[in-house]
């Protein structure tokens, strides 16, 4: 059967209101040539169209608002994206037990919606989060910032609905903290990006929301703000995140850095900490924001990625920041870029801004700076990229996902390998 049959039999399985192809579909993808999207409304429709590409050879795309479909070199010829955004609504919502299960595809400002009346939120700070779903999150497994904190998503989704991608349903974990134990399938799926099932619902922990909310910005250049950031790193006080962004190339001169450090509690607390945290550092702060202003500020940090053509991913130990930064100093100084740095987590990422300065100078930067972190225990994965530069440089190293654990794991759930999602 020809791809194009295939793909015809797995659209004619929805009403046509719930199917976009061509143009259509391409905007909805942001630009991206995804040929058709299709959009079940409940579990039983996305098991239905799981089950019928495996009969038809036809390759899906997992995705809840396609605002990740560039992530990691997700694969997208020939094939269908399948979205959950439909898959909405909340099933169940217990504020006195901080949990709450819901569709794979609840948008991130509704859950807010939901949970923030009782005082309540999911304190996750991955990029691109604000346009994403609660699936889609659960789904890269992304850790933002606040992970130092209060974990990262796998460590506060407590239970999933997952179809594989032989079309099995599963439901796994459950909806409370205390489960029984066994093979942790939920943190497998968990990050997974996809590559295993489509995930159709999440039961996740919530946390109370905290009384004060204050960043703390300290500003200068590059070298002030590592220094900034290894007094941060190893206080005792209770600091919630810290992340630093660099403009420009991360010279060494100029005031171009700026640390936001985080500190979330009490009030009388939040101002003891943030008053002790001043003095270790010894230099004033540029800044102090408060409520409403430091969240807006938080939230445009989480967007900070945009659309931009090239986003590199760096990762060592915290106390190697310096050496990180280095490298990622080479990345933005080859694409335009900028830097932001996860200095309680030793995350940093590159967001290029331009690819003209040529591709064969930008992969050859980025597979030096690759070797450099692997000897040193790190990795280096291109979230974004031209495919040029990623059939160059390669989107992950190390073996990227493809050794023989994951290769197993891929024909247990995904035998026929339909689902075209990869893991990096």
């Given at each position: 059967m020809s791809a194009a049959t295939?793909?015809?039999?797995?659209?004619?399985?929805?009403?046509?209101d719930r199917v976009l192809t061509g143009e259509a579909a391409s905007e909805w993808a942001g630009g991206r040539d995804v040929g058709t999207v299709l959009f079940p409304a409940d579990t039983n429709e996305v098991q239905a169209l799981v089950r019928l590409a495996n009969e038809t050879g036809t390759p899906l795309l997992p995705a809840g608002n396609g605002s990740w479909l560039g992530a990691g070199g997700w694969t997208r010829d020939g094939g269908a994206v399948v979205s959950t955004s439909r898959l909405d609504s909340v099933?169940?919502?217990e504020p006195a037990d901080l949990t709450l299960t819901a569709g794979a595809g609840l948008?991130?400002?509704?859950?807010?919606?939901?949970?923030?009346?009782n005082g309540q939120w999911l304190p996750v700070d991955t990029p691109g989060v604000g346009a994403g779903t609660l699936g889609g999150v659960a789904a890269c497994g992304v850790p933002g910032p606040l992970s130092g904190r209060y974990g990262a998503i796998r460590d506060n989704v407590l239970g999933l609905e997952v179809v594989t991608g032989?079309?099995?349903?599963?439901?796994?974990?459950?909806r409370v903290v205390k489960n029984v134990a066994g093979y942790d399938?939920?943190?497998?799926?968990?990050?997974s990006r996809g590559s295993l099932g489509v995930i159709t619902r999440v039961s996740v922990r919530l946390f109370p929301r905290p009384g004060a909310d204050v960043t703390v910005v300290f500003g200068g250049g590059v070298g002030e703000a590592l220094e900034v950031a290894r007094v941060v790193r190893v206080t005792s006080l209770p600091v919630a995140a810290a992340e630093m962004v660099v403009r420009g190339t991360g010279d060494e001169t100029g005031r171009d850095a700026e640390l936001a450090v985080r500190v979330l509690g009490g009030r009388a607390e939040v101002d003891d900490v943030?008053?002790?945290l001043v003095a270790e550092v010894g230099t004033g702060p540029e800044g102090t924001m408060r409520g409403g202003e430091g969240e807006a500020f938080h939230r445009e940090r989480t967007a900070w990625e945009g659309r931009s053509p090239i986003v590199v991913r760096m990762t060592a130990l915290p106390d190697r920041l310096a050496a990180t930064m280095g490298w990622a100093g080479g990345g933005a100084g080859r694409t335009r870029g900028e830097i932001a740095a996860d200095v309680l987590g030793g995350v940093v990422r590159v967001k290029g801004l331009s690819v003209d300065d040529g591709i064969a100078g930008i992969a050859a930067t980025l597979t030096r700076a690759r070797s450099e972190l692997e000897a040193m225990g790190g990795t280096l994965t291109l979230s974004r990229a031209p495919r040029?530069?990623?059939?160059?440089?390669?989107?992950?190293?190390?073996?990227?996902g493809?050794?023989?654990?994951?290769?197993?794991?891929?024909?247990?759930?995904?035998?026929?390998s339909v689902l075209l999602s990869k893991c990096p």
């Open positions: 295939a793909s015809a039999g797995i659209v004619e399985l929805l009403p046509p099933v169940h919502y948008g991130w400002r509704k859950l807010g919606a939901v949970v923030e009346p032989d079309g099995r349903l599963l439901r796994i974990g459950g399938l939920v943190r497998l799926f968990t990050g943030r008053a002790r040029e530069v990623a059939e160059v440089a390669g989107w992950t190293g190390g073996g990227g493809g050794g023989a654990l994951a290769r197993k794991l891929k024909s247990l759930f995904d035998p026929r």
